[in-house]
């Protein structure tokens, strides 16, 4: 998400990024106040299934998992289920109160009709954040003991999802420059890299072995800087591709999901004791995360209630940061994002100055047929209107979700025909 528009403040002087509630001061709509619509429980049913059953069947079925790890993850899962309840009954709460301290957005992708005159409770992240916070706090009296070698990394990631839900809150109030947005993760990601004592090895792919002539290779501190890079990167990523109703929010729970799949095959899989303990670190932070997003999911989802905020996009992409940091898969990760990686290639061009910058950045709404029209900006949204021709805002979201999920999958296969071969 990015800078917005608000009626108590004039900031026809900053810029603007793609965001669902951009709107310029001199077309601003006349307002109109309207109560939050009831959560869209029957989509996020449906998406629950397609995600648990699988899930379930790998766990309990597939493969033998240790029972010790085992109830972790059902604890944890419990307490997810709670957060997801608690999100739900407060984010309708949290809009009466961030309305009346003016922070809302209309949404530009209906601008015209009577949908665009609504005014739209922003920043809605916080609430998400601040539930996360509390469960994973909570999971540390379950699982944890005083001695854990695993607890001062575990204080170290909230710390830094902390820290980066407070950026992005502060980004929201105070509309950030994008030079300065670049470089909040790096500050945010300080305390999991001053506290990760982690190995910082690579594992050189066999083909290269002979060229190199290391099998392992310690990268030593460049391995930290490069986990800083990674911080900044998918934070950025889940706030650059924006602009749709549930878009921000829909892209985090496939690849959550994603992620939650892979941890499982990887702790199944393996016979190491402390490589499973790792990816057991991570689904013990993406399952709350899944959770807390499938509720602000439920209000987000077109026609949306809510709008999210930078607050959720920095907190949603540090989550899934440090999870794969912690959980030394960075570079499977990094496939998970494939979509956000081509929609930074795709507006390289423009931020290297090579091509101008388009006036309308935003696909164009037309309000007669309910269509929205690519514009030539260098965004993966742009880019299917212009390949695929007009569409829906809904149907448009669904699509680049469905993208997303293909990202994933082929990540699944490219690791299981070049498993034993690669590494």
């Known amino acids: 998400m990015a800078a917005r528009k608000r009626l ?82 407060m984010i309708p709460v949290a809009s009466r109160y961030v309305l009346r301290r003016n922070l809302f957005g209309y949404d530009i992708n209906k601008k015209g009709t009577a949908q665009g005159t609504v005014k739209v409770p922003e920043s809605l992240g916080i609430v998400i954040g601040i539930v996360f916070l ?32 407070l950026l992005g ?25 001053m506290a990760y004592a982690g190995h910082t090895t690579i594992i050189i792919p066999k ?16 391995y930290k800087l490069y986990m800083g890079l990674l911080a900044v990167f998918c934070t950025n990523s889940i706030n650059i591709h924006a602009g749709l109703n549930g878009l921000e929010v829909g892209q985090t729970i496939v ?32 399952q709350p995360l899944l959770a807390t997003s499938l509720a602000l999911f439920s209000h987000n989802w077109y026609p949306s209630s809510v709008f999210v905020g930078d607050t959720y996009t920095y907190f949603a992409g540090m989550t899934m940061a440090v999870v794969g940091i912690l959980g030394h ?18 507006s390289l061009p423009q931020l290297a100055g090579i091509v101008p910058c388009p006036r309308h950045r935003l696909p164009r709404f037309n309000p007669q047929t309910g269509l929205l029209t690519g514009t030539n900006d ?4 742009n880019f299917f209107l212009r390949r695929f021709g007009q569409m829906s805002e809904k149907s448009l979201c669904i699509s680049l979700l469905a993208f997303q999920a293909i990202a994933c999958c082929f990540c699944f296969v490219l690791r299981y025909f ?4 690669y590494k």
């Open 8 to 89: 108590s403040t004039d900031t026809s002087s900053k810029e603007t990024q793609p965001n669902e509630s951009t709107q310029s001061k001199s077309r601003e709509p006349t307002p109109t106040d309207s109560p939050i619509a009831p959560p869209k429980l029957g989509v996020i049913l449906k998406l629950t299934l397609v995600f648990l059953l699988p899930y379930s069947y790998l766990m309990f079925y597939h493969y033998k998992i240790e029972q010790e790890i085992r109830r972790s993850i059902l604890i944890n899962a419990g307490l997810s289920l709670t957060g997801f309840f608690v999100t739900v009954k």
């Open 255 to 286: 690849i959550s999901f994603a992620i939650l799949i892979h941890n499982i095959m990887q702790i199944g899989a393996s016979s190491d004791s402390e490589y499973k303990q790792a990816h057991a670190f991570s689904i013990y932070l993406v």
């Open 329 to 346: 898969y960075s570079e499977t990760l990094l496939i998970f994002f494939a979509p956000q990686v081509l929609n930074f290639l795709l």
């Open 418 to 421: 070049l498993a034993g071969w």
């Open 169 to 193: 809150f502060v980004d929201d109030v105070l509309d950030v420059p994008w030079r300065v947005k670049l470089l909040l993760p790096s500050f945010a990601a300080l305390p999991l890299l």
């Open 378 to 381: 260098g965004t993966l949204v």
């Open 207 to 222: 083909p290269l072995i002979p060229y190199v002539g290391l099998e392992v290779l310690d990268l030593g501190r460049i």
């Open 134 to 165: 509390v469960l994973a706090i909570l999971f540390q009296y379950f699982n944890f003991t005083e001695d854990s070698n695993w607890l001062v990394e575990y204080n170290a990631a909230l710390a830094s999802i902390c820290f980066m839900l």
